[in-house]
């Protein structure tokens, strides 16, 4: 059974979600389906730890506090986790960190559910990594925000209309079980997140969405790279172990064939978003 890929979302969207597809089966996976069709078993996040807490003596469990650009994420870390539990007692506050980590649902009664994160690795990071990561995140919402809306316009919403469209297999299916659970999605809210994240990037810059001219400027640019996908996956099967291919041997292989290293981190970023490469650990790719 191949791992699951990790997600990149904003803290208000995985906070605002209360709908969860439960796994059956000592190996089944649950999943939390966004307002706006992640349909999430694992998540890549990048922020800055604010806080961390002892729950139990002698340090057997932690809660931890990372804030993005649009909320805060929670994180429970335990006895099970010691390399995580280490270092996130060893790291200074304020820094900024990167974390992989699974979906924790806390449902105490019937229609109340509390999401956390139980993280499998973390690590510090600079502000490089950070806007890079909000960036990017951006860019899957906005694609998400687009699924949800031409979900919205289609007289009969199913998956294989949303990847007629374009839209990979995956998201159409959390996006038609997102439309079918939450009542009236207000995707103007998590436009004004991509905003917010936008000018936190760039706090002297107006109007950055501009009428979304900006964002969707972006999205046709990477329509364009469509056709270097493939290479670039077929540079990570060759140079990957078992382990993955490094991050940045990826871009240098790309760049000795020509492609600036923008670009290339863009498609590892689509490739990722699409399921065809994951992130066993941070910084490393494998395909799946």
């Excluded at 280490?86 to 979906?103: H, W, Y």
């Excluded at 509390?114 to 990017?136: A, Q, T």
């Excluded at 994240?197 to 002297?204: D, I, S």
């Excluded at 969707?216 to 640019?221: F, I, T, V, Y």
């Amino acid at each position: 059974m191949k791992r699951e890929g990790a997600w990149r979302i904003f803290a208000n969207e995985y906070n605002d979600s209360n709908v969860v597809i439960r796994g059956t089966g000592e190996k089944k996976p649950s999943y939390v389906i966004t307002p706006l069709g992640a349909k999430i078993n694992r998540l890549f996040v990048v922020g800055v730890l604010t806080d961390v807490e002892s729950l139990s003596e002698e340090n057997e469990l932690l809660r931890a506090h990372v804030s993005d650009p649009t909320g805060i994420y929670t994180l429970y870390s335990g006895q099970f986790q010691p390399d995580v539990t280490a270092t996130l007692l060893n790291i200074e506050i304020p820094s900024f960190l990167a974390f992989v980590g699974k979906v924790r649902i806390f449902e105490p009664e019937e229609g109340v559910l509390y999401l956390s994160v139980r993280p499998e690795v973390v690590y510090e990071v600079d502000s490089s990594v950070r806007d890079r990561w909000i960036l990017e995140t951006c860019k899957s919402t906005w694609e998400r925000i687009n699924a949800v809306r031409d979900a919205m316009k289609l007289s009969s919403p199913s998956i294989n209309e949303l990847v007629k469209l374009g839209y990979s297999r995956q998201l159409s299916e959390g996006v038609i079980k997102a439309i079918k659970s939450y009542k009236n999605i207000d995707v103007n809210r998590y436009l004004n997140s991509i905003e917010e994240a936008l000018r936190y990037l760039l706090p002297e810059e107006e109007g950055l969405l501009s009428g979304e001219v900006d964002i969707e400027a972006q999205e046709e640019k990477r329509e364009e790279k469509d056709g270097m996908e493939e290479t670039v996956l077929e540079i990570i099967k060759e140079i990957e172990g078992d382990k993955g291919a490094q991050w940045d041997v990826i871009v240098e292989r790309c760049q000795q064939l020509g492609m600036d290293k923008d670009t290339v981190e863009e498609i590892i970023s689509s490739l990722l978003d699409k399921g065809l490469i994951y992130e066993p650990v941070l910084g490393m790719i494998k395909t799946t």
